[in-house]
């Protein structure tokens, strides 16, 4: 081997130990423990490139050298699958770490909770201040139309499509439970249903009760009874704005409106609230019971009476619970 051949092979093996020996310490260096005492949250917003969430990811105290997370994401290839999205970085987080949840999309899931009984304002209120959403609401269903649930989300999904989740999940669940109806059903509309379903769901908050008040309310539109249902009133006194904070008096009862089941018969015109699964269920499968009234009993739940003599006792007995918690 001449000497010019044994310096250029000698020359490029002290390059490929210097070229792993470089490689070697910026994975070690990778490797090494994050700077962050605790948890961070931390977002990528979409379209971020690698060298801005490298900056980013200094100010948040993760790390303190951007150019290694920047060098380590090119050697791995990992700077094209960088996914947007909101992210719990553990302490101490590593840059392999790091890229590791970033480049798998491992993002925070959220959750929002949309209570029984709320009315459609009072649920896009919820909406709106929901940490992550993004974009303007813009579609308004009417009232009834948002399911009750546990909804999960990531950062950055628009309030639109949440709504439009509930939307569906309520007619899925309104759908498939009117298909089920018994024979000779007496309410002629899947609309009738949740319309029943949420006045049923205002009334009471004991589960067990729900089937039998619903049986109250088909037996009175049976006869042509009126279904005097106070939350009706405070739904004519507030069309679903958000709670009275007053007991309804005895000149509420007279308020002139089609949501008031205290002088207009048969159903209100729409739902006065967001009905959940068990109200719906309750009117389409009511228990068999053939009760007319029902009053508080003063434990939460309620009595029923077949009769109005009987109804009139159980109110006298309420009145006296009343007054009983009303003195200091």
């Given at each position: 081997?001449?000497?010019t051949l044994?310096?250029?092979?000698?020359?490029?093996?002290?390059?490929?130990?210097?070229?792993?020996?470089?490689?070697?310490?910026?994975?070690?260096?990778?490797?090494?423990?994050?700077?962050?005492?605790?948890?961070?949250?931390?977002?990528?917003?979409?379209?971020?490139?690698?060298?801005?969430?490298?900056?980013?990811?200094?100010?948040?105290?993760?790390?303190?050298?951007?150019?290694?997370?920047?060098?380590?994401?090119?050697?791995?290839?990992?700077?094209?699958?960088?996914?947007?999205?909101?992210?719990?970085?553990?302490?101490?987080?590593?840059?392999?770490?790091?890229?590791?949840?970033?480049?798998?999309?491992?993002?925070?899931?959220?959750?929002?909770?949309?209570?029984?009984?709320?009315?459609?304002?009072?649920?896009?209120?919820?909406?709106?201040?929901?940490?992550?959403?993004?974009?303007?609401?813009?579609?308004?269903?009417?009232?009834?139309?948002?399911?009750?649930?546990?909804?999960?989300?990531?950062?950055?999904?628009?309030?639109?499509?949440?709504?439009?989740?509930?939307?569906?999940?309520?007619?899925?669940?309104?759908?498939?439970?009117?298909?089920?109806?018994?024979?000779?059903?007496?309410?002629?509309?899947?609309?009738?249903?949740?319309?029943?379903?949420?006045?049923?769901?205002?009334?009471?908050?004991?589960?067990?009760?729900?089937?039998?008040?619903?049986?109250?309310?088909?037996?009175?539109?049976?006869?042509?009874?009126?279904?005097?249902?106070?939350?009706?009133?405070?739904?004519?006194?507030?069309?679903?704005?958000?709670?009275?904070?007053?007991?309804?008096?005895r000149t509420?009862?007279?308020?002139?409106?089609?949501?008031?089941?205290?002088?207009?018969?048969?159903?209100?015109?729409?739902?006065?609230?967001?009905?959940?699964?068990?109200?719906?269920?309750?009117?389409?499968?009511?228990?068999?019971?053939?009760?007319?009234?029902?009053?508080?009993?003063?434990?939460?739940?309620h009595v029923?009476?077949?009769?109005?003599?009987?109804?009139?006792?159980?109110?006298?007995?309420?009145?006296?619970?009343?007054?009983?918690?009303?003195?200091?």
């Amino acid at each position: 081997m001449n000497r010019t051949l044994l310096i250029l092979v000698l020359t490029a093996l002290v390059g490929l130990m210097a070229a792993g020996g470089g490689y070697f310490y910026v994975k070690s260096s990778a490797l090494a423990p994050g700077f962050n005492p605790q948890p961070v949250r931390f977002v990528v917003d979409p379209g971020l490139g690698v060298g801005a969430i490298a900056s980013r990811l200094k100010t948040a105290g993760v790390m303190d050298r951007p150019l290694l997370f920047r060098v380590w994401a090119r050697l791995t290839a990992a700077q094209a699958k960088l996914r947007a999205g909101e992210y719990q970085l553990p302490a101490r987080a590593s840059v392999v770490q790091v890229l590791g949840m970033l480049t798998r999309g491992k993002t925070v899931v959220r959750k929002l909770t949309i209570a029984e009984g709320l009315s459609v304002a009072e649920a896009l209120l919820l909406v709106q201040d929901a940490e992550g959403l993004s974009g303007a609401i813009t579609v308004i269903p009417g009232e009834g139309r948002l399911l009750p649930e546990t909804y999960f989300y990531t950062w950055g999904e628009t309030r639109n499509g949440l709504i439009e989740r509930m939307i569906d999940d309520m007619n899925t669940l309104l759908a498939e439970l009117w298909a089920a109806r018994p024979d000779g059903f007496l309410l002629t509309s899947p609309q009738d249903a949740l319309t029943l379903a949420s006045i049923v769901e205002k009334e009471t908050a004991v589960a067990a009760e729900r089937p039998k008040i619903a049986a109250v309310f088909l037996n009175r539109l049976k006869k042509g009874m009126r279904l005097q249902s106070d939350p009706t009133v405070l739904y004519a006194l507030t069309y679903g704005s958000g709670p009275l904070r007053r007991a309804l008096s005895r000149t509420d009862l007279k308020t002139v409106s089609p949501y008031n089941t205290y002088r207009v018969p048969g159903l209100p015109p729409t739902p006065i609230a967001n009905p959940g699964r068990d109200a719906i269920r309750a009117v389409i499968f009511p228990a068999k019971f053939d009760a007319l009234y029902f009053v508080a009993d003063g434990r939460g739940g309620h009595v029923f009476a077949k009769t109005l003599k009987e109804h009139n006792k159980n109110v006298r007995r309420w009145r006296k619970i009343e007054r009983q918690q009303a003195q200091p």
